[in-house]
Nanobody
Framework: QVQLVESGGGLVQAGGSLRLSCAAS????????MGWYRQAPGKQRELVAS???????NYGDSVKGRCTISRDNAKNTVYVQLNSLKPEDTAVYYC???????????????WGQGTQVTVSS
């Protein structure tokens, strides 16, 4: 069983910052990319940021310049720092990991349960 445990969401004032963390645990052979997506009410899920095992990063257009993603491979943990938050950043943020388990020996996407981020104006 693989679990992605997210932390760090909550209520933040516009202009503030927050840091989300996600730790992958369970029977894992390897983790390729890890990242964060978000989904606001009535909208499609969109990329916030992702990072490969080698540290190559990719950012969603809506957060470029305000977002930094990092990863601790030894801890199977990914972090995302979001600055200059806006009310439109309000969404449920989901952790994602592309990983291989002994059971499948194939790459599959795993998702966390999501953490609510609300930015007040």
């Amino acid at each position: 069983q693989v679990q992605l445990v997210e932390s760090g969401g909550g209520l933040v004032q516009a202009g503030g910052s927050l840091r989300l963390s996600c730790a992958a645990s369970g029977s894992i052979i390897s983790i390729n990319s890890m990242g964060w997506y978000r989904q606001a009410p009535g909208k499609q899920r969109e990329l916030v940021a992702s990072i490969t095992g080698g540290g190559v990063t990719n950012y969603g257009d809506s957060v470029k310049g305000r977002c930094t993603i990092s990863r601790d491979n030894a801890k199977n943990t990914v972090y995302v720092q979001l600055n200059s938050l806006k009310p439109e950043d309000t969404a449920v943020y989901y952790c994602n990991a592309d990983l291989v388990t002994p059971m499948t020996m194939m790459r599959y996407d795993y998702w966390g349960q999501g953490t609510q981020v609300t930015v007040s104006s």
